[in-house]
């Protein structure tokens, strides 16, 4: 009775729905069609295309099929000479998302640094440079001070 239930619920897992099997013939019928664009291009010959690479109007049979299916296509001599240096096959034009953000982490870092390094000479600079660890420890309040001469104070400023 369990090998029984457990063999069904295999068979019924390993058959795929109606809609995956559409799918999947959906799927392979439009790269079917991908693939034969650029080879009608070339069957139909005639016309021209700038090569994206060299900028010159060449006619489509100098082009390969899957670089006639793109919108800017190399022609196959600039492909071939690209293949020949090696190298990555793409070259990005602006900076990775990765990049930039470290660059942003290490900006707030150098920023962080700068008013740290500007806070502790103000402290230094007001409180004489011996008393810096005093009004560390309190937030930089005097508590000695009674509140009416810590408006005045704000007030000069």
Do not use: I, W
């Amino acid at each position: 009775s369990l090998s029984l239930s457990l063999s069904l619920s295999l068979s019924h897992s390993l058959q795929s729905s109606p809609s995956q099997q559409e799918r999947t013939k959906r799927k392979r019928q439009a790269k079917e069609e991908r693939a034969s664009k650029g080879e009608t291009l070339l069957a139909v010959g005639g016309g021209e295309r700038k090569c994206k690479t060299c900028h010159k109007s060449l006619p489509v049979e100098s082009y390969s099929a899957p670089q006639l299916r793109k919108g800017k296509s190399a022609c196959n001599a600039c492909c071939a000479s690209k293949a020949d240096k090696g190298g990555p096959d793409h070259v990005p034009t602006s900076k990775s998302a990765k990049d930039r953000r470290t660059e942003r982490k290490e900006l707030r870092k150098k920023q962080f640094e700068e008013r740290k390094a500007v806070k502790e000479a103000k402290a230094n600079a007001a409180g004489g440079g011996g008393d810096a660890g005093a009004g560390a420890k309190t937030g930089g309040k005097d508590p000695e001070q009674p509140p009416a001469a810590k408006k005045a104070k704000k007030e000069k400023m």
